[in-house]
């Protein structure tokens, strides 16, 4: 398998490339689980996991309004303040970059992102649906002038039609971003929809050079293949979280994604301690994974909601996954 | 994704290769977790599951050597005696085709399988070391002089040298053998060298008219994604198991690839019913799936025994993920 290509086009072994980038989503994407109320604890460990293990970036939330997403409701990593950032990283003197994310619509993001140099965040990310493309061509702008990177996200691309992707493409493409990512929101992808993707969104971004990214769910148990599907086929920011953790069926692995890449600045093994002292007994309170609901929605090209509703069930209120069956598939 | 290619050689949504088989290895990959001792109620369960999902063949486990493995010290799926297998299926009058495996050197092939118009099975499927194909080849022979369709497995092959595999490709596609299965025993291909393979496969089978199988294991969760590659590049016969049931980190789950077959005679309801009542519950005795120690195997190209050794200590016994890295990574 290969990251590089070599002279004669072949896959090499023992090369990679440069230009890719991993970034950690485990606070942010897991925080859709439990309403962002991680530990301080919990949040240091994996600050301190992503910095020995030569991540790139490591995103710790939302940075989403506080009147439409109230402090009282929700744990801190639904707002990202400046206060409670620095209290886990100081001044995050280290070269793990740190990230935040704000939906479109969202966000009071004039206000609440603050200029680059009096924050410790290095990029922002921007998360959007296809409709909300020009909300989120303000806010890169917005957050490009602050002086931070940028990505788009944008979401749910398994239910836009061709026409409406190319046009949301072509003006992003044209827009400050450094970053544009395919995300699979739904766990819908097959390997061989990522591939045709990835070389789209690669031709619409490479003449103003920008990178490609890739963000997946796990409902079909395709995360992983996924996501180094897009790495073959030329796609450089890689989003994972540890032992998947992320919502409803979870993301694509880091451990598996750093044992895949060649690299030598990764390391696995503060990752594998992380997941096994700190990730893993989460599991207990935390129900993220694969399961047969959502390999349902995802086959269905659903949003998970229907599954999360049903596992969120005490197991003896819950419905048997053949009553979910009938359910879902009389669409 | 597609099944079939339309006249433009585009993926088609909506059309399928009739050619398409899956078998299910529930039992068979399973029994390698228990020693074979399924209760008959368990192993009816799943043949009745097999004839109502549509499902082609149904293996129900090995016909090795009771000098070997005796029958005291194993349940009835090591050996298949005529009068285990009657007692499940009767004489199985229904479409499902019935199939065991024999392993080279492990086998008294020669009085153990019945010619086949006394037995109730249809397929011999013999599994090989590539230092056994002269064996294997015997096997095949005889089970092809028996009456019954063949296939051969050769196992192992990520750890085979090129020519050598070359060879035997092209000594098995001179035998009476129907299907030559790729198989990735340690979990350790990546999708772009299950490509590869199941093409090299393929031209050795063409000349021959035989078919290309696939039997996959899901040691770095890529049981599924490498299946329906193969798929996509031509493979015919398709292993997988409810639930992934098998050894280690158990194999293609047959629910993931029902639900991406297009054959309309595929059926998932029945699945999902006995993977919820009868296959989950076992989860409690019979410790398969995904682990990261059975990631590190996969990834180092090793057997998955050390992973099983580790996993098979009380959890209070057990080293650490850590600890279990440091010791395979030193080899």
């Known amino acids: 398998m290969s990251e590089a290509k070599d002279n004669n086009g072949r896959g090499s072994w023992l090369t990679f490339r440069p230009e890719i980038k991993v970034l950690d989503c485990t606070i942010r994407d897991g925080g859709l689980m439990n309403d962002h109320r991680f530990t301080d604890e919990l949040v240091r460990k994996v600050y301190r996991t992503c910095v020995a293990a030569g991540v790139d970036y490591m995103e710790l939330g939302y940075k989403n309004s506080k009147d439409q997403f109230p402090k009282a409701d929700f744990g801190p990593w639904k707002h990202c303040d400046e206060e409670d950032m620095r209290r886990i990283v100081g001044d995050n003197d280290t070269d793990l970059k740190l990230s935040a994310i704000a939906d479109a619509e969202k966000s009071d993001y004039k206000t609440d992102i603050l200029p680059k140099d009096q924050s410790v965040l290095d990029l922002i990310r921007v998360a959007t649906y296809i409709h909300q493309v020009p909300v989120a061509l303000d806010m890169i702008q917005d957050a490009h002038e602050k002086g931070y990177e940028t990505t788009v996200n944008i979401m749910a691309v398994s239910t836009v039609h061709e026409n409406d992707l190319q046009e949301a493409l072509e003006l992003l493409a044209a827009s400050p971003v450094d970053t544009i990512y395919l995300v699979d929101s739904f766990g819908s992808f097959y390997t061989e929809e990522v591939k045709e993707l990835t070389k789209r969104y690669l031709k619409a971004c490479k003449a103003t050079g920008k990178q490609v990214g890739i963000h997946t769910h796990n409902n079909q148990q395709l995360a992983y293949a996924n996501t180094i ?99 879902v598939m009389d669409v």
């Not at 897009?230 to 598996?256: H, I, K, S, Y």
């Not at 750093?258 to 007994?281: A, H, Q, S, T, W």
């Open 229 to 327: 599907e897009a790495v073959v086929n030329g796609a450089n920011q890689l989003d994972a979280t540890m032992a998947g953790l992320g919502r409803g069926a979870g993301n694509c692995p880091l451990e598996l994604l750093i044992g895949f890449l060649k690299n030598p600045k990764y390391r696995l093994r503060p990752i594998l301690e992380c997941v096994e002292n700190d990730i893993e007994p989460l599991r207990g309170s935390m129900h993220w994974g694969f399961d047969l609901t959502y390999m349902l929605t995802g086959l269905l090209n659903q949003h998970p909601r229907a599954a999360m509703s049903h596992l969120g069930k005490d197991e003896k209120d819950r419905d048997s996954i053949v009553k979910f069956y009938d359910e």
